[in-house]
Nanobody
Framework: QVQLIESGGGWAQAGGSLRLSCVFSGPASSGYSMGWFRQAAGKEREFVAG????????YYTDSVKGRFTISRDNAKNTLYLQMNTLKPEDTAVYYC???????????????WGQGTQVTISS
């Protein structure tokens, strides 16, 4: 069973920064691209950013390009999302997951962790 544990969310003012972490583990947790997703209240979960297993390739949804940076440390089984110049519309619960394929926006697993809440005030 894959395990995904997100942390690092909280409250910030618009223009501020937060860094999210996701610790991953389980028998099917190595060798795959990973991504961050988010779900705002009343909306569907959406893809935010993706990264290859080796961390040598990244891509982002348009609304966060230039503001968010995804990275990973496989030695620590940890995925990160550095979020800068935050906006109120970034308010959501953020989740990590493995990706079905690099370059795509679909998760590999139907299992999700508990997520971490990010709230940005104007």
């Amino acid at each position: 069973q894959v395990q995904l544990i997100e942390s690092g969310g909280g409250w910030a003012q618009a223009g501020g920064s937060l860094r999210l972490s996701c610790v991953f583990s389980g028998p099917a947790s190595s060798g795959y691209s990973m991504g961050w997703f988010r779900q705002a209240a009343g909306k569907e979960r959406e893809f935010v950013a993706g990264i290859t297993w080796f961390g040598d390739g990244t891509y982002y949804t348009d609304s966060v390009k230039g503001r968010f940076t995804i990275s990973r440390d496989n030695a620590k089984n940890t995925l990160y999302l550095q979020m800068n110049t935050l906006k109120p519309e970034d308010t959501a619960v953020y989740y990590c997951n493995f990706l079905l394929q690099y370059g795509g926006t679909l998760p590999r697993h139907g299992y999700w962790g508990q997520g971490t809440q990010v709230t940005i005030s104007s």
